[in-house]
């Protein structure tokens, strides 16, 4: 059997292979869509590309961003096998008959959360009401406010919520709002590297099931069917870049100040080391993802009325691809 990803002169025909030749392998022209701008939540891509890790699986891998349909809809339609999504876009997928499936989880737990200076005195979810909250006017936001307000037995009524726009958060906290949701191994990290520090209220130490991957690598049915060495392939190759930055921060945070120069390169530095150890955590390999997490985001958002209906959560991921 020819192998696959691997083309070699006579496969498949009466030549024998050259076993000699000096010919460049032929690798497999791939691409793999980001969510956002590159970031610290990709490093592990950029390491495999640099470090030829995926060139040894026989794929020549381009990481592009987002158009303006977005990963979730480039991938979902085939027309990129590979992407950066969320655990909640994937689940509000699949309610719509979309046939995304999350194949692994880039960071073990959640590391969002509500974000304000200081001098707001916002120390619990209570302290929401009578501020001004930026978000992107997602339905979720409001959901999420409210679920670990209500537990603190707050109101979400009683916050101003507005649309932020273009505006980043040190913008807008200077402007217009008092707090918004962000990543602190991003946004958190360039406030301490700012002098400008922040009150952190993680949403998973609120709420234990909004404790969900985000984010995550998809891919689509189709592609899982018709081509799963390719994911396997490409997961083989992935978990490598991750499982050294993961060792060698320092390392890592080069590369992808090399690949992407326009980053601010202390500001990656410090968000790699924050966030290296935490792509794995307490989860046995890189990637890994539990049935326990889908299934208990997913109840959440029906019960929060942001799903019409519940989904099978063994058809939205799998570990299946992933190295033993």
Known sequence: MCLLLIVIAGCGGNKKADVNSTEPKKLRDIKIVLDWTPNTNHTGLYVAKDQGFYEAEGLNVEIIQPGEGGADTMVASGAIPFGISYQEGVTQARTQGVPLVSIAAVIQHNTSGFA??????????????????????SPVEEAVMSSIMEKDKGDVKKVKIINMGDADYFTAVKR????AWIFYAWTGIEAELRKEPLEM???????????YYTPVIVTNEK??????????????????GYQLAIDN???AAGILSKAVPELDKDLVLASQKWLSPRYTDDAPRWGEQKAEVWQGYTDWMFN?????????????????????
């Open 201 to 211: 209220l993680y949403v998973k130490d609120y709420a234990p099931e909004l404790d």
């Open 304 to 324: 929060h009325k942001l799903l019409d209906k519940k989904i099978d959560i063994n058809q939205a991921y799998t570990n299946d691809f992933l190295t033993k």
């Open 176 to 179: 217009d709002i008092d707090f």
């Open 116 to 137: 304000a200076p200081l001098d707001r005195n916002i120390k619990s979810p209570t302290d929401f009401e009578g501020k001004t909250y930026g978000g992107w006017g």
């Open 249 to 251: 921060p320092e390392q």
């Open 223 to 240: 592609q899982i069917k018709d081509d799963p060495e390719l994911v396997r392939a490409f997961l083989k190759a992935t978990a490598k």
